[in-house]
């Protein structure tokens, strides 16, 4: 039986490879090895030794139809690299990945930036966990500098976003570059749409707070994609309102005072995301964020659920041995019903980011444990 079954893959087997090998075709062996350098005449040794294979078809080192590559892995350690490799991989070679947009698009060479933009190779991965496409409406309710915009755009996706920050909205106020003071005239998110060639897919940004939706219930989005402000680089604000605050019987300022701002605890910010994303999310559309985590603390209960998102992801990022964040990627799997508000009070998993700034206090106590390595640096929250 066990033979049989054996044979019968191999049949399966050559019945894939043999549109790829056949005596018409023409192919290339291309061979790869990570953590060492590899001779010619080694690699030329490597491709002989797969003459057991049955290529039919002719080479051809310019014009090949069909690439095969063979991948050896030396692991990653350059002080001790062994004679072996630890794995090796053949395949058919289907496309190119996308690495080159981490330079094309780094925000070194960015028209607008600030501390806290998101770096481009992570930003194209949190479009690629929202699954954002062509024609898709995506939505950051911290939009900052727009560099998660500016990934989905590239994607062929109609981006807009909030910010509380009336200055970062509109492009003015102090510069984050290195010799300059202020910022220059057209530094703002649609510039940056500009400056790759997205202009067109910028829908608008507006100065708002993400903790009091302006959005009316119609308001869908494919994705809501964003990295919401922990309290490390900048505070976690939100407008305030003359019930929040009890006023002193002895107060004198007017009766139509509203306080500028109040602390937004981390677990309102969450409990506010969730809420608005299962009202707002087309369904089957996706939820990506980072959720900061004190590691010596962190277990998975804590992630913030919604009855009406399911979670599809959870992927850590270490930032030093006591810190780290997590990209979470939830999907919309229901309507919201009147009872499914999240009540993040009566759910533990809330506690850890409770009280205003706690992750900060946390973090910067863990601060010169980076990694086993002493460093002062900050690094949540940009890169
Ligand atoms: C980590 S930054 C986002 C950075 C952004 N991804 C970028 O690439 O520039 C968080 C942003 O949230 C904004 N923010 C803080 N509190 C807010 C609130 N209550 N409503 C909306 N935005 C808020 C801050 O002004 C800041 O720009």
């Not at 019968?8 to 894939?16: A, D, E, G, K, Q």
């Not at 898709?136 to 900052?144: A, C, E, N, Q, Y």
């Not at 910028?202 to 219930?217: G, P």
């Amino acid at each position: 039986m066990r033979v049989f079954l054996f044979l019968f893959v191999l049949f399966l087997h050559i019945s894939l490879q043999s549109p790829f090998m056949h005596k018409d075709s023409t192919y290339r062996i291309n061979v790869y090895t990570f953590n060492k350098t590899l001779e010619f005449t080694d690699r030329i040794k490597r491709i002989d030794a797969l003459e057991y294979l049955p290529f039919e078809g002719t080479v051809s080192l310019k014009r090949a139809q069909h690439i095969f590559c063979l991948l050896e892995d030396y692991g990653t350690d350059p002080n001790n690299i062994p004679d072996n490799p630890y794995y090796v991989y053949f395949g058919r070679w289907i496309a190119d990945g996308q690495r080159e947009l981490i330079r094309s698009h780094s925000v070194k060479n960015r028209h607008f930036i600030g501390n806290t933009s998101m770096d481009a190779g992570l930003s194209f991965i949190m479009a690629n966990h929202a699954k954002v496409k062509e024609n898709d409406v995506v939505f950051d309710p911290f939009v900052g500098t727009g560099s998660l915009l500016v990934a989905c755009s590239h994607f062929g996706a109609y981006v807009c976003g909030i910010d509380i920050d009336y200055n970062t909205i509109h492009g003015r106020g102090r510069s984050s570059r290195k010799n300059q003071k202020w910022r220059g005239p057209d530094e703002n998110i649609r510039a940056n749409l500009r400056q790759y060639g997205t202009e067109k897919m910028y829908l608008d940004v507006m100065v708002s707070d993400a903790s009091k939706s302006v959005w009316r219930n119609a308001a869908l989005f494919d994705a809501i994609i964003t990295d919401p402000p922990y309290g490390i680089r900048e505070s976690t604000r939100r407008t305030g309102s003359h019930k929040d605050i009890p006023r002193p019987p002895d107060a004198i300022y007017l009766e139509s005072h509203v306080p500028v701002s109040l602390a937004y605890h981390l677990n309102d910010i969450f409990t506010d995301l969730l809420n608005f994303s299962a009202h707002h999310l087309v369904m089957g559309g996706r939820l990506v964020y980072w959720l900061p985590v004190y590691r010596p603390e962190y277990s998975e209960e804590m992630v913030p659920l919604h009855p009406c998102l399911q979670l599809v992801s959870n992927c850590e990022q270490t930032l030093s041995s006591h810190t780290a964040r997590r990209l979470i990627t939830m999907e919309k799997i229901k309507e919201p019903q009147e009872f499914d508000s999240l009540a993040h009070l009566a759910d533990s998993r809330f506690r850890p980011y409770q009280g205003h700034n706690a992750f900060r206090e946390k973090y910067f106590s863990g601060l010169n444990k980076r990694c086993g390595k002493e460093d002062n640096k900050s690094d949540v929250n940009g890169e």
